[in-house]
């Protein structure tokens, strides 16, 4: 069976500029002009995933989503 990318984006009402992500997980959060997160890869690179969902798990207002 084929295995289902992972796809994520930040809510940028949620989003506090904390940095957590993009200190985790650079290849694939990135600041925007707003300087808040944003996710730069879509979907998100098999050998991304582990360090991308490490870096939502870590996000305190929970503002990394998963995108349907
Ligand atoms: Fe924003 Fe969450 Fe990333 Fe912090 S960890 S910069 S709050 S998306």
């Known amino acids: 069976?084929?295995?289902i990318a992972?796809?994520?984006?930040?809510d940028?009402?949620?989003c506090i500029s904390c940095g957590a992500c993009i200190?985790?997980?650079p290849d694939?959060?990135?600041?925007?002009d707003d300087e808040k997160a944003q996710v730069?890869?879509?979907?998100?690179?098999e050998d991304l995933?582990?360090?991308?969902?490490?870096a939502q798990e870590s996000c305190?207002?929970?503002a990394i989503i998963d995108k349907e």
């Open 1 to 3: 069976m084929e295995k």
């Open 6 to 10: 992972i796809r994520m984006h930040v």
């Open 12 to 14: 940028q009402d949620l």
């Open 23 to 25: 200190g985790i997980c």
């Open 28 to 32: 694939v959060f990135d600041w925007n």
């Open 40 to 45: 730069t890869v879509d979907p998100i690179p």
């Open 49 to 54: 995933e582990d360090d991308a969902l490490e």
């Open 60 to 62: 305190p207002t929970e």
